[in-house]
């Protein structure tokens, strides 16, 4: 049973799959909902179809994933961090071992194309390896204090970790949370996206698989309010959030009222600045890599294109040429580059925001209609064709709010001084970038952007090496890098005295 949605993907296409196996997962096993009420579809995005049903978990499972998660805590934070660094190995080896058939599942849930989403699960599987490496580097320091007492610190675990995931990248979200949680000793309790509940169970299963205590990895599956239930429950020590600015905010108010720790990865309307010197080629590929990945769907986005006057007619004859050139199509096919958007509500959006773009004055260069590709199984999918509007403005809706979808706005600027004030002037700071051939230059404009990440000469690229992270409403907290062992850990300052005990009393 637990395997068999994923051995039937080798041989698997775009609307065949049907997934029916439970998707929560504690105590070592998939769990079977307890009643099949206030169930949900989830749709296959390049068809269509139902591909499941996603039943949200009520106070009752909730509470008994957290015990079995605080159950597991209980003898994983006991190891060594050697002994957690070789089961965490172990699974990084697994994924890395069945990653065209996860990436495959990914593909089904998501919408997103094969090419990209082998890069995701790479991702994971590096990530979970990356912090097995730092597992057994833990450690405190130690304090010489006068006459012969000293103090040392010990890093020590918080306890149950919760996860909640997005949409975008459900199994690399659901890695990039786990790993740095597990390597500190925590056990955490993920919750997926109801839109992509399919894929984070395939990582608990491997978790298991590769000796982690039962419950040491558990997840739930809901909504909004299965996510409220973990927020307040009392044995969470901290949350985990990818999502939304207001959801962001909703899940820092209930974290606050148990003072529960908080890491918030939400919202972009990132700039891309492109000055004259640049070389241009890399420039335009930059731009295409800044907006069109996952269909336009990702966080750190740099969907504000400011490009210098004089280059702006070369730039946008390039980016408009290799942007209709985008083969959009079945994400299962290998020559696809852009598959279909998550939901027929996320397509109405995105282009009801090029409508209104086009109301305020943008001028449609290429794109930005409903895409009927010509395979007749994928005629109900939610495809678009990518989009590139000229003639933008800084108080353009399309400017100034995330659009989460493909949809670039280039915008022309005069002077350095005047970009950057520009590219500031938003209430987000996730991420940045900069093109330039002059190195003063390029490491100025980083110093100045106002935001978690600047790319200098490149776009979207996230070695798990690197801390990722925002600033302003983009959140706060990081994940990948070493600093974000102290965001799934705490210190403890132990202090020894060797001699009397000098008292006031």
């Not at 990132?270 to 590929?285: G, Q, R, T, Y």
């Not at 409508?355 to 409903?370: F, N, T």
């Not at 490491?443 to 935001?451: F, P, Q, S, T, W």
């Not at 799934?488 to 006031?504: C, F, H, N, R, W």
Request: charged share 20%; proline share 6%; with cysteine.
């Amino acid at each position: 049973m637990a395997q068999s949605t994923l051995d039937s993907m080798p041989g698997a296409s775009t609307g065949t799959v049907v997934v029916t196996e439970p998707l929560n997962f504690w105590g070592g096993k998939r769990v079977k909902p307890r009643q099949e009420k206030n169930a949900e579809p989830v749709f296959e995005p390049a068809t269509g179809r139902v591909l499941c049903q996603m039943v949200p978990c009520g106070a009752e499972e909730v509470d008994e994933a957290i015990q079995s998660a605080y159950a597991a805590y209980q003898k994983w934070s006991k190891m060594a961090g050697m002994e957690r660094a070789r089961v965490m190995l172990e699974a990084a080896r697994i994924i890395r071992e069945r990653r065209e058939k996860i990436a495959k599942l990914e593909v089904i849930n998501n919408g997103k194309s094969i090419i990209e989403a082998l890069v995701d699960i790479d991702i994971a599987w590096q990530s979970i390896e990356y912090y097995a490496g730092l597992a057994g580097t833990l450690a405190g320091q130690h304090i010489q204090l006068p006459g012969g007492a000293f103090a040392y610190t010990r890093r020590e675990p918080l306890g149950v970790c919760v996860g909640i995931g997005a949409w975008n990248y459900p199994f690399q979200i659901a890695s990039w949370k786990s790993a740095p949680a597990l390597a500190c000793g925590n056990a955490m309790v993920f919750k997926p996206s109801p839109m992509t509940p399919v894929t984070a169970v395939i990582l608990a299963e491997i978790y298991k698989e590769a000796g982690v205590p039962d419950g040491l990895f558990c997840v739930v599956q809901g909504g909004a309010e299965t996510g409220s239930l973990l927020c307040h429950h009392p044995k969470v020590a901290k949350v985990s959030f990818t999502g939304s600015v207001p959801t962001g905010k909703k899940v820092m108010e209930m974290s606050a009222k148990s003072v529960k720790q908080v890491t918030l990865e939400l919202g972009g309307k990132s700039p891309l600045i492109i000055f004259k010197d640049c070389e241009l080629e890399n420039a335009v590929k930059g731009a295409l890599m800044a907006n069109f990945l996952t269909q336009g769907e990702v966080c750190c986005n740099g969907t504000r294109v400011f490009v210098q006057r004089e280059i702006m007619p070369q730039f946008l004859e390039e980016v408009v040429k290799r942007t209709k050139a985008i083969p959009v199509g079945d994400p299962l096919l290998e020559s696809t580059r852009m598959g279909a958007l998550i939901s027929k509500p996320q397509l109405e959006k995105v282009l009801g925001f090029v409508s209104q773009a086009k109301k305020e004055g943008a001028r449609v260069l290429c794109g930005g209609d409903p895409f009927v590709p010509s395979d007749p199984k994928l005629k109900g999918g939610y495809f678009m064709s990518p989009c590139v509007l000229d003639n933008c403005r800084d108080d353009m809706t399309c400017v100034k709010e995330e659009i989460f979808g493909p949809v670039m706005s280039v915008l022309p600027f005069d002077t350095e001084e005047e970009v950057i004030k520009r590219a500031n002037n938003t209430t987000f700071g996730l991420a940045s970038g900069v093109f330039t051939r002059d190195i003063s230059r390029a490491h100025r404009v980083a110093e100045n952007l106002e935001a978690g990440t600047c790319f200098i000469n490149n776009y979207n690229i996230s070695p798990v090496e690197v801390p990722f992270g925002g600033y302003k409403m983009s959140g706060f907290g990081r994940e990948n890098g070493q600093v974000t062992i102290e965001y799934y850990s705490q210190l403890k300052t132990v202090v020894v005295e060797m001699g009397d005990v000098e008292s006031l009393f």
